[in-house]
């Protein structure tokens, strides 16, 4: 099994030095070759060229699924030119699931023969001989997923706004393509607000939204669980701490920002407090889910208080599961960070959760990824203010929206310098792959110390 997996990830990834930096070129070659379809004057409504800092925007927005926009999505760009998005949010949503969890397998690949046997024992989940499989898999619960929304959908379209089937079709495919991959575009000008109170239409783009933003290795170890737990009338085999933390820390976040949002907004007369009881608790439940990071807003974000918009920072930046569709640091680092404080505030000298003991190696990744995050957004926030006169709330909002891959916005995106814009396209990018690329370089590069140096202790706080 394992030469056979090894020669396969091999193919896949020519170049295992470097496996980083191929994500990336695959990643940013998409994106230009995007950016110049994009530019033709068949893609705009108009007939128009587009400038190519308009076009390259949209198509880094579009390849990590992100969801900023600069122009309107449903009045700019012609159908040729929605179509050419919905490709993009395609390949990006896909490559991202795929090449994570390929990552993933390499990283095994670099680990020792005993070692992996442990993995493979503990984690029960993607195995380096389950190599084709996952690329199947993703491609399979991707498809299956969009399918299903995209009837749900395309169904209250017609029947329920009396649109035409091609077109109710069409608003069908393209809400839940964007939706499964977190992508957040929409082809109305103000997102899906029309539809705050609609639950066949929310629910849906919902359900779409948490399922591609788990991650593939989550959804398949629960997939392949209940299929055993019925083979073996009912005896639930058990789960891998991966899918522990993940399920357990997406619904602890989610639950605490719906509510947040919801108790927040319930008197503001521009967003929840002008709806009926059921709508406010819709939109309110919509918006604690959305931020995690689809995109999709069914109120106006810039009237929102800004303790909502503190809090809806703080959900985009931590994002969703690893390998999955949705951005930010992921909640399994934010966990770990969570769990190591815990530790060390209980004075305990090794980290342990759910019966098992966290590596000190994948405790020093967390921190890694989680302060150059915070890095980034720091630094992309200073960079904006200094180019323009919108207040904090607006710009940091607005870059970690761009670092966390979500596409929320207070509405300042289009009205931005080019300088500003070109800093938002460094965070979607970086945002998309960074954590991704950084978390697996850091485990390619893990080597052992031969010798270690005297110990001393510097005062801390």
């Not at 020669?7 to 230009?32: D, K, M, N, Q």
């Not at 989550?218 to 899918?243: C, K, M, Y």
């Not at 810039?302 to 918009?309: D, I, K, T, Y």
Request: charged letters at 15%; aromatic letters at 8%.
């Amino acid at each position: 099994m394992w030469p056979a997996a090894a020669s396969w990830v091999s193919r896949l990834i020519p170049s295992a030095r470097h496996p980083t930096r191929l994500v990336a070129t695959g990643f940013g070659t998409a994106t230009v070759i995007g950016a110049l379809l994009l530019m033709l004057p068949v893609a705009s409504e108009s007939g128009e060229r587009t400038d190519f800092l308009t076009a390259l925007f949209t198509a880094t927005s579009a390849v990590c699924v992100t969801g900023l926009i600069v122009v309107d999505t449903g009045t700019h760009w012609s159908s040729f030119g929605e179509v050419v998005l919905l490709c993009l949010i395609q390949v990006g949503g896909l490559g991202i699931m795929t090449l994570a969890s390929m990552l993933g397998l390499l990283v095994a690949r670099r680990m020792g023969l005993r070692m992996q046997l442990v993995a493979q024992t503990e984690t029960k989940s993607l195995r380096l001989g389950e190599s084709k499989r996952v690329v199947i898999g993703v491609i399979r619960l991707s498809l299956l997923v969009e399918l299903v929304t995209a009837i749900a959908l395309t169904s209250r379209f017609r029947f329920g706004y009396d649109e035409p089937l091609a077109r109710a079709t069409y608003l069908g495919v393209f809400h839940s393509i964007s939706a499964y991959n977190n992508a957040g575009f929409a082809l109305y000008t103000d997102s899906l607000v029309g539809f705050a109170t609609d639950p066949w239409i929310m629910v849906p783009i919902m359900g779409a939204v948490v399922l591609g933003g788990l991650g593939f290795p989550v959804i398949f170890e629960v997939t392949r669980s209940i299929r055993r737990s019925i083979a073996a009338n009912g005896a639930r085999p058990g789960w891998s701490l991966h899918t522990k933390i993940t399920l357990l820390t997406y619904g602890a976040l989610a639950g605490a920002g719906i509510v947040a949002v919801t108790a927040i907004e319930w008197s503001n007369p521009a967003t929840l407090g002008s709806l009926s009881v059921p709508g406010r608790v819709l939109t309110g439940v919509f918006h604690g889910v959305t931020p995690r990071t689809a995109g999709f807003n069914s109120v106006d974000v810039a009237a929102m208080h800004p303790s909502s918009l503190l809090v809806t920072d703080v959900l985009m930046f931590v994002g969703g599961g690893s390998a999955g569709t949705a951005g930010g640091i992921k909640v399994t680092t934010f966990a770990l960070l969570a769990f190591v404080i815990f530790a060390e505030i209980r004075g305990e000298p090794t980290v342990h959760v759910m019966g098992r003991r966290i590596a000190e190696t994948v405790q020093r990744q967390a921190i890694t990824v989680a302060l150059l995050g915070v890095g980034a957004v720091m630094s992309g926030t200073l960079t904006i203010l200094l180019m323009t006169d919108f207040d904090l709330d607006a710009v940091l909002f607005e870059v970690v929206s761009a670092f966390g891959t979500v596409g929320l916005s207070t509405g300042i995106t289009a009205d931005l310098p080019p300088s500003g814009q070109v800093v938002l396209i460094a965070l979607m990018f970086l945002g998309r792959l960074g954590p991704i690329t950084l978390a697996s370089a850091l485990a390619l590069r893990e080597r052992e110390r031969r010798y270690e140096l005297p110990e001393e202790r510097p005062i801390v706080g």
